[in-house]
């Protein structure tokens, strides 16, 4: 019921941007960080995925990451990231602005990814500045704690946006960009929870454009969505590509 207003919306629309969280890839078995079950449950952030936290003890921080980019590195995308994906192939998606680190938008085939909080396609020196591909990072992890830069000996930190640190500049500027011009953000799989990046859809909206929401939670902008669906968004996305990918009437 929700699928073919929402494709209509995309359809009238444009241009249209999306905004996915977490919610986007627990699907492809990738837990995600707030909900009751999350990561964040059973880890605490600050202790495990803070910039303190890693310049204090890098070696715990890994042991946390370890198994995690493992996992990462097998997940795969699912119907919500193929859907997605074709709905930029049609025209009808402009760019997928993401918080998740997975690579799996790009996997599926989407080629305007904007990663806001980073991404594990590569991890950094603090002490030299090399930075090493996420091939060499799992090579380097191979009975290991932690992956140590071959170059210098310091733990490789992963480039992703850890608690205390600031978001690229280039990343949040291009979202902003995205935001403003969008004449619908479609919002999956996110609390809008996490500032700067829950705050891009009062950007749309105050630039005129309107809001979608696929999200199996509750959010801050619910009342100010133009629709709102607590549904699957593997069933959800799919749905709307067989919508739109058939020519109009």
Excluded at 175 to 190: D, H, I, N, Q, Y
Aim: hydrophobic residues 45%; contains cysteine; proline residues 8%.
């Amino acid at each position: 019921m929700f699928a073919e207003p929402l494709a209509e919306l995309i359809r009238a629309r444009q241009p249209c941007v999306v905004l996915t969280g977490a919610g986007v890839s627990t699907e492809s078995g990738i837990p995600d960080f707030r909900s009751p079950g999350g990561l964040w449950a059973e880890f605490d952030p600050l202790e495990y995925g803070s910039i303190e936290a890693f310049r204090r003890d890098p070696f715990k921080v890994w042991s946390f990451y370890h198994p995690r980019v493992r996992m990462l590195t097998e997940a795969e995308p699912n119907p919500a990231h193929r859907a997605l994906a074709e709905l930029e192939r049609l025209g009808l998606v402009r760019a997928v602005v993401t918080q998740n680190i997975d690579l799996l938008h790009e996997r599926a085939g989407s080629r305007e990814v904007v990663e806001v909080h980073g991404s594990i396609r590569t991890s950094s020196c603090p002490g030299c500045g090399e930075r090493y591909p996420l091939e060499r990072v799992i090579e380097l992890l191979d009975g290991s704690e932690a992956p140590a830069c071959p170059a210098c000996g310091a733990v490789l930190k992963p480039d992703v946006v850890f608690f205390g640190e600031l978001l690229s500049a280039k990343a949040i500027d291009r979202a902003l960009e995205l935001a403003r011009e969008a004449a619908l953000l479609l919002v999956v799989g996110s609390a809008l929870e996490v500032y700067p990046v829950a705050g891009l859809p009062l950007e749309t909206l105050g630039a005129g454009g309107e809001l979608a929401i696929v999200n199996q939670g509750p959010t801050p902008l619910d009342s100010r969505a133009a629709l709102r669906a607590g549904d699957n968004a593997g069933e959800v996305l799919p749905a709307i590509a067989d919508i739109l990918r058939q020519p109009r009437a």
